[in-house]
């Protein structure tokens, strides 16, 4: 018996490491429990593929919270209809960060963490930070040919906040 963790991971993601790990290690288990659905796949192909794989290799699934297991006709199909049920969610969800990204575009507000050099205002609008003048200072020696690694040498000497520059950053 196994415990699989994947927290902080996406059901619509295959490649989560604790995932992986438990179907290498499906030969050691023969009943794959799960919390919900929704919590081992976010998308109705993937599930199906799981669940083909879990037959072909004579393993059982059940859900805790939907009370449902793989071996009765209604808890397969039911098990279908709340992975595609799940799927609608996540793309529900996506749908709607993508409305309120825009709608934030659409009102000037800046998206993210303000790049170095700027800060957001009251608004949520970049405007230019104290750090201004050391990126405006950096665009001048690049655009003059200094070296990213002359630049960021110089950076670090006038760094006033502890940050550490180097050739990439």
Known sequence: MGVYADLGRSGTDLNRPEYVRMME???????????????????????AAMMDDLRAADKEF??????????????????????????LESEQLGERVLLGMAQKVRKGEYIGSAPYGYRKNGKGALEPSPEASRVQAAYVRRYKGESFENIA??????AEDGRTWSRES
Not at 29 to 36: E, F, Q, R, S, Y
């Open 153 to 158: 040498y110089w950076l670090n000497l006038s």
């Open 62 to 87: 059940v859900t805790v919270y939907e009370e449902l297991d793989s071996t009765t006709v209604y808890g397969s199909f039911a098990m279908d209809i709340l992975a595609r049920l799940a799927q």
């Open 25 to 47: 290690d499906s030969g050691c288990w023969d009943v794959l429990a799960v919390w919900k659905i929704d919590r081992i796949h976010r998308n109705a192909m993937n599930f």
